[in-house]
């Protein structure tokens, strides 16, 4: 029998998890490695400003086994927000088992009683075919924009060695 899975949003004291989970994720697919005094306090923060978003977890034996995050876009086109998925991150033994799935059909929930919310975007790196087919799947399709970045003199987030 499969082991249940249960979806729920992210309490304050799942933050070590959700920190380990963004490193874990950040050196897998672009191969950084972000410094923990700031993972640390940017996971905190999102728990002390929700206005900023919030993080949905994945359970399976009382075990976070998955993660998101969601923060918010306002689009003036539409008069409402997009909700960006962020920081996706499933263990590498749960891979394959339909708990990203599930952490998106959690959300689509979530918004579906929501008029402020007109969808979901999400960035993914150019070369995660993996992840490509598995948004795709969930009826996601690719925009035509690239995400362009400029950071802020000063602004760190991870060591030298990446």
């Not at 929700?50 to 034996?61: H, K, T």
């Not at 927000?81 to 499933?90: A, D, L, P, R």
Request: glycine share 4%; charged share 25%.
């Amino acid at each position: 029998m499969p082991t249940k899975i249960t979806i729920r949003f992210a309490e304050k004291q799942d933050a070590p998890v959700l920190i380990h989970f963004n490193r874990a994720m950040a050196l897998e697919t672009e191969q950084k490695e972000l410094l923990p005094e700031v993972i640390s306090k940017g996971v905190e923060r999102l728990f002390t400003s929700p206005e900023l978003g919030f993080y949905v977890v994945a359970e399976c034996s009382k075990q976070i086994v998955g993660s998101l995050m969601i923060t918010t876009e306002w689009s003036d086109w539409r008069n409402r927000m997009f909700w960006w998925i962020q920081s996706v991150y499933v263990l590498p033994d749960e891979r394959r088992k339909g708990i990203y799935t599930r952490l998106y059909q959690f959300i689509q929930e979530s918004a579906s009683n929501n008029p402020d919310i007109c969808g979901f975007r999400l960035y993914v790196e150019k070369n995660n075919l993996l992840a490509k087919n598995a948004y795709s799947a969930l009826g996601m399709n690719p925009t035509q924009y690239e995400i362009y970045e400029h950071l802020k003199p000063g602004t760190r987030f991870c060591t030298g060695r990446s």
